[in-house]
């Protein structure tokens, strides 16, 4: 299963591909797609839009997984993130991949074992389960965090989802 990590920011998106099989995980990219601050916030967007096309379709992954989004302290930033939130959600979706989300304090514990992990010790434990893994910055390394809270869950979820849809056709 290759699985896409996304951590949306209108600024920059980290992107993260893991590759899992049974309890292996194995890093094969990550980056950042960045938009241009100086550009309109439709403009931005497409740039966003299409950085992760192109992620997409260079590393061809099975799944994708997104960090959820919590209300910041300046509503303007809030609702701007929750933009390039929809953009993070919508390409995979266009791909016809599955796309789940996880919150923060998620993600944090099933990398770093505790919730409120800092930035560093994200960025550490993802050295640690991604051996020889160069991350290119810390919108990145948040990705693959994503993608590994992901490769985490991803089973459950879909078992989950499976048979709620078996129980609903059985009523």
Known sequence: ??????????????????????????????????????LGLSERLVQLYNGINQVIIDWQPTEAAVEETFVNKNPVSTLKLGQARGIALLVPSLHGLAVEEYAPNKIKKSVVGAGHAGKHQIHAMVGMLLPGCKISNEHAADALAVAICHAHYAGSNRSLKKATMMAGRAT
């Open 1 to 38: 299963m290759r699985l896409l990590g996304l951590d949306p920011g209108l600024r920059h998106t980290g992107w993260g591909i893991i590759e899992v099989e049974g309890n292996s995980l194995r890093h094969l990219g990550n980056g950042a797609v960045a938009s241009d601050g100086s």
